[in-house]
């Protein structure tokens, strides 16, 4: 099969180099200036050195010649990049069945990927998420990782799966999209404040109590948008919040961890080259919860630190002092 990877980050390029393995992938990139040194170095040097291409990953910044003749296109750009990217094959007629695999909320729609698409894609065209615990660099190096396909339409999601399964990336059907829509986007922001969390050195038994209680504030966000509960138990619920959560690779626990330290959101980002998704979804998906009225107090001090200047001791208190209350899983 014919595959296109539009977006050629960390992720894209990990995808494409994995993918490669049983289908001929062309890698798109919008800047062209990064397709011609990743053809000529035939490794993805500014995000994800040391990942060589195999010789059947062709790279293309002519987004029209990367999906023409593709059966399947996957959008791997970070959430900003979700919108212009299905504008730009929608405005090339495309209607090839698409993956997407960007984990938040469109920044001031607070829109899920999926309403973000329903808003530019005919409904004809096939189209799920891909997510779950997977750090570029690991897939990208052939080591183990099982991830999920979620689609509204079942038998797409199993199709897919079983045409995009490799020995070494193993993945699983789920027909909750919006359920793993929402596990993505929640725990980049819970993996900042579980970077919180460790870079105060609070220790193993406040990060579980943490992690708990945000996979709790996840379900309960899920639970008022229709989610499946069982899907938070998955690998794109508590699996990849466990990872992101805990591992050092992840660039939102790391914004947490420098928050710690004491630096500034902005040069925080500015030092970390690559997307942190949990920043501009923490506001979206607070702003979101008021409106349903799901209490999301970890969330909630995330933005706090983030956007309100509020110190780390401040949040601290704040989610701390809370009156005691009955424990619900939800
Ligand atoms: N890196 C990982 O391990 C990983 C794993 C799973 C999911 N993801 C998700 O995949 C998405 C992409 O992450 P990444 O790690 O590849 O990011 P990255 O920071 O490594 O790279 C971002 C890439 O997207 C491109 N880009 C930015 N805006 C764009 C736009 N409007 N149109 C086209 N391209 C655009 C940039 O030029 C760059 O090539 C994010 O939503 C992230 O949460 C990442
Ligand atoms: O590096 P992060 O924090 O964007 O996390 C990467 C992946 O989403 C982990 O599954």
Redesign the pocket.
């Known amino acids: 099969m014919k595959i296109a990877v539009?977006?050629?980050?960390?992720?894209?390029?990990?995808l494409a180099i994995r993918f490669a393995e049983r289908h001929a992938v062309t890698l798109?990139?919008?800047?062209a200036a990064?397709a011609a040194a990743m053809e000529a170095e035939r490794e993805?040097q500014?995000?994800?050195p040391s990942a060589p291409f195999p010789a059947s990953l062709q790279v293309s910044a002519d987004l029209e010649y990367a999906v023409q003749d593709a059966a399947l296109l996957l959008i791997?750009?970070?959430?900003?990049?979700?919108?212009?990217?299905l504008q730009?094959l929608a405005g090339h007629g495309s209607r090839t069945p698409l993956l997407?695999?960007?984990?938040?909320l469109e920044a001031g729609s607070m829109l899920f990927p999926h309403q973000v698409a329903a808003e530019v894609l005919d409904p004809g065209i096939a189209r799920g998420m891909?997510?779950?615990p997977?750090?570029?660099?690991?897939?990208a190096k052939g080591l183990p990782a099982a991830?999920t396909i979620a689609s509204n339409d079942g038998a797409f999601a199993r199709e897919t799966t079983t045409s995009l399964n490799t020995a070494l990336l193993r993945l699983y059907a789920s027909d909750d999209l919006i359920g793993v829509e929402i596990g993505?986007a929640v725990k980049?922001v819970l993996a900042i404040a579980a970077g919180v969390c460790d870079g105060l050195q609070y220790g193993l038994n406040a990060r579980a109590a943490l992690l708990t209680r945000g996979l709790a504030e996840m379900a309960r966000f899920g639970a008022a948008l229709g989610a499946k509960a069982e899907t938070f138990m998955g690998l794109a619920g508590i699996g990849?919040l466990m990872l992101t959560a805990t591992g050092d690779?992840?660039?939102?626990r790391r914004v947490g961890l420098l928050l710690a330290q004491g630096l500034k959101l902005n040069d925080i980002l500015i030092n970390?080259?690559?997307?942190?998704?949990g920043v501009p979804t923490a506001r979206e998906v607070l702003r979101q919860a008021e409106q349903l009225g799901v209490d999301m107090p970890i969330t909630r001090a995330v933005c706090r630190m983030l956007f309100d200047q509020a110190t780390v001791d401040d949040v601290v208190s704040m989610l701390m002092e809370r009156a005691p209350k009955m424990e619900s899983a939800i």
């Open positions: 539009l977006g050629a980050g960390a992720w894209g390029t990990a798109w990139s919008r800047d990064q993805n500014r995000y994800l791997v750009t970070p959430m900003a990049g979700l919108r212009p990217t730009a997407w695999a960007c984990k938040g891909l997510s779950g997977s750090f570029a660099q690991e897939v991830v993505a980049n990849d690779l992840s660039r939102n970390l080259g690559h997307v942190a998704e």
